[in-house]
T-cell receptor, first 111, second 113 residues
Framework: DGGITQSPKYLFRKEGQNVTLSCEQNLNHDAMYWYRQDPGQGLRLIYYSQIVNDFQKGDIAEGYSVSREKKESFPLTVTSAQKNPTAFYLC??????????FGQGTRLTVV | AQSVTQLDSQVPVFEEAPVELRCNYSSSVSVYLFWYVQYPNQGLQLLLKYLSGSTLVKGINGFEAEFNKSQTSFHLRKPSVHISDTAEYFCASLDTGRRALTFGSGTRLQVQP
């Protein structure tokens, strides 16, 4: 089945810890995105990548980092610099204009 | 900068009643608009999209939306809702510079029996 796989589904982070969220796609899409979802705020763009080995900051990139070493993979690291990381994180990919496919999301909680 | 405004955070409606979820956009460039649906603890699924052409766009699950340039609106409608339509709905526009979607804050549709 073609699609986007995010793992893990649930993740718990201790204060001061870095954690990495995985996102893999087998749709052969060039573009990939990370969004953060908080209640009542919709989805906000963290980072995006239009092509392998290149990525740009979105609207809320502080405290996050990404890499795009392979077309299929776009992992997101939530660093200790992100002061309020508890949220639902969604990864997406796209080939044609705006038609984005989303993963099932990772719910990150700080404990 | 592009922005999308969803005017209602929650819309309660009875089963088999019609519903309209409102969305307004602001943009000075070409407009590409979308409606996505999200069921609890899941990702987003595309309902419909407007890229060009006919202003009335039909999507999945019986939903449709009308692009209105003079009112800068892209409201989502369904003539008769089902319990299974209970979900969160997001309006989005494509930022053509970044080629990334900008989302509204979402509207929670609650269908009651």
């Amino acid at each position: 089945d073609g699609g986007i796989t995010q793992s893990p589904k649930y993740l718990f982070r201790k204060e001061g810890q870095n954690v990495t969220l995985s996102c893999e796609q087998n749709l052969n899409h060039d573009a990939m995105y990370w969004y953060r979802q908080d209640p009542g705020q919709g989805l906000r763009l963290i980072y995006y990548s239009q092509i392998v080995n290149d990525f740009q900051k979105g609207d809320i990139a502080e405290g996050y980092s990404v890499s795009r070493e392979k077309k299929e993979s776009f992992p997101l690291t939530v660093t200790s610099a992100q002061k309020n990381p508890t949220a639902f994180y969604l990864c997406a990919s796209s080939m044609e204009t705006g038609r984005a496919f989303f993963g099932q999301g990772t719910r990150l909680t700080v404990v | 900068a592009q922005s999308v405004t969803q005017l209602d955070s929650q819309v309660p409606v009875f089963e088999e009643a019609p519903v309209e979820l409102r969305c307004n956009y602001s943009s000075s460039v070409s407009v590409y608009l979308f409606w996505y649906v999200q069921y609890p603890n899941q990702g987003l699924q595309l309902l419909l999209k407007y890229l060009s052409g006919s202003t009335l766009v039909k999507g999945i699950n019986g939903f449709e939306a009308e692009f209105n340039k003079s009112q800068t609106s892209f409201h989502l409608r369904k003539p008769s809702v089902h319990i299974s339509d209970t979900a969160e709905y997001f309006c989005a526009s494509l930022d053509t510079g970044r080629r990334a979607l900008t989302f509204g804050s979402g509207t929670r549709l609650q269908v009651q029996p």
